[in-house]
């Protein structure tokens, strides 16, 4: 090829995620040519070890179990979560996309369990969950896709800078041969001309230490996280070197259910997310007190836990833990599960003051039963079940980094924004790069399904575009 340019292609993707494979797979079947680039020796980014959940109102078990919900109440609850500052337009189109992008999967082959889960913040269950608990089955279905339309994925391939014109239009990328994440580049650089579009997909910064405490100084190295080592903020850098908008970098979620006995995000977290936040308390073992509604959103459960400046209990009895057993029995071998015969010998176990959790417990259970307002704002109707079934399980519970609410400024159409909220020419981002759809804080299982909304809507409208001619790169 003649000129600056090593490769070409229509579409460029940068990341293969749920949302860099959604934008290739709907780029070719809209006719493009597509390249995929990923940095890393494996696909799938945190796509790939997240726990395979997605929320959605009117979603296929929903209709089928008779459960009454609609995009408008999904809406209110993610505005509420994000405290009013996610940006209505894109939240409206995750909110009446977000069933489509899960039969968009089930199309490509992903299975689900015929079971609906209801997470903090959430008004209604609408969590549907991957037969195989594994978000892997989407990055396996999505690349069995791209493989019969003939996408190949460029691994240890990473974003250098994005490529411009004298206009501002983008027009490439610059690319480093052979990533090693443990030592950087390691070989030599190319450039690939997108004759229609780039889009971003590169997911978040999580476990970029640096650059997040850029945005938070108390998210240091002591804090761990729950993302893939891959989760480093250069795809945002290259979109900011060119004078794309920033939007909420400094809203990093943690996740609450972080077990405080395991690295990242493992089946001890698991057993928190889907036993004891659900079914059980959560106390200050200094106090032997419950400390936050249990069903509140991940900011307001993340805040609480640090504001007590130690590692927190959750406890749950036989009935709870029975949501999850398999993480249990995991657990329980590994000791990051604790079992007691009686609430106090529990307390004990953790040094508690005497009697303070045998009344936490009481106090909580009598509120059950008479219908009383929690004190936290926990409702306390006939969803909630008393702690009265021994044996009684304890897991230690401080919180991680787990998502990076912030990224780059994005138009409806997935559009990338300049800092005067002017769409960059043919440049696209989608998923965990992004800012706007969360604010303050993300509702659980949205994170998969908006990657797929907006991934689906990057790819269609870079396919869309027409070729450009001029051939002259600027990095």
């Not at 974003?159 to 990328?173: C, N």
């Not at 993302?227 to 400094?250: D, R, Y």
């Not at 219908?371 to 079940?385: E, S, T, V």
Request: hydrophobic content about 40%; aromatic content about 6%; proline content about 5%.
């Amino acid at each position: 090829m003649s000129g600056p340019w090593d490769e070409q292609t229509d579409v460029v993707v940068i990341g293969s995620g749920a949302a860099g494979l959604s934008a290739a797979i709907e780029a070719e079947a809209a006719g493009a040519s597509v390249v995929v680039l990923e940095k890393m020796k494996v696909t799938g980014g945190n796509t790939r070890i997240s726990d395979g959940c997605l929320s959605a109102p009117n979603n296929f078990l929903q209709k089928r179990m008779g459960v009454a919900d609609s995009p408008e109440l999904f809406y209110e609850d993610l505005m509420k979560a994000g405290l009013g500052l996610n940006h209505p337009e894109l939240v409206r189109i995750f909110a009446e996309q977000a069933s489509d992008a899960i039969d968009w999967t089930r199309d490509l082959g992903v299975r689900y369990l015929d079971r609906l889960d209801r997470f903090g913040g959430h008004s209604a269950a609408r969590g549907v969950t991957i037969r195989n608990n594994a978000g892997v089955d989407i990055i396996k279905a999505q690349r069995k896709k791209l493989g019969r339309l003939g996408v190949t994925i460029q691994t240890r391939s990473s974003l250098v800078a994005l490529i411009t014109d004298a206009d501002g239009m983008t027009t490439g990328v610059r690319v480093g041969c052979g990533h090693d994440p443990s030592g950087g580049i390691r070989e030599n650089t190319k450039n690939i001309r997108a004759l229609r579009g780039v889009v971003i997909a590169t997911g978040g910064f999580g476990g970029d230490v640096g650059f997040r405490m850029r945005q938070n100084p108390r998210l240091d190295e002591t804090v761990s996280s729950t993302n893939h080592k891959g989760a480093t903020a250069e795809g945002l850098i290259a979109g900011l070197k060119i004078h794309a908008m920033p939007v909420h970098l400094s809203w990093i979620q943690l996740g609450p259910w972080g077990c405080a006995d395991e690295i990242g995000y493992g089946r001890g977290a698991r057993f928190a997310s889907y036993s004891i936040y659900p079914a059980g308390v959560v106390v200050d073992p200094g106090t032997g007190r419950r400390i936050v509604n249990e069903w509140g959103d991940r900011r307001q459960r993340s805040d609480a836990i640090f504001n007590t400046g130690r590692a927190c209990i959750g406890i749950v009895d036989s009935k709870g833990a029975e949501l999850d057993p398999d993480s249990l029995g995991h657990c329980l071998e590994t000791r990051k599960i604790r079992k007691f015969k009686t609430i106090a010998g529990l307390g004990d176990a953790y040094g508690m003051p005497d009697g303070a959790l045998e009344k936490t417990v009481a106090d909580y259970n009598r509120s059950i039963e008479d219908g009383k307002a929690d004190r936290f704002g926990k409702p306390l109707g006939r969803d909630a079940n008393p702690i009265d079934a021994p044996p009684f399980y304890a897991l230690g519970i401080w919180p991680k980094v787990h998502y990076t609410s912030g990224g780059l400024g994005i138009d409806s159409s997935a559009q990338v924004l300049d800092l005067h909220g002017r769409p960059i020419p043919r440049l696209f981002a989608a998923g965990e790069v992004t800012g706007g759809v969360h604010g303050a804080s993300r509702l659980g299982g949205c994170a998969l399904p908006e990657c797929i909304v907006f991934g689906r809507i990057a790819g269609r409208g870079a396919a869309a575009l027409t070729p450009w001619t001029s051939a002259e790169p600027r990095a």
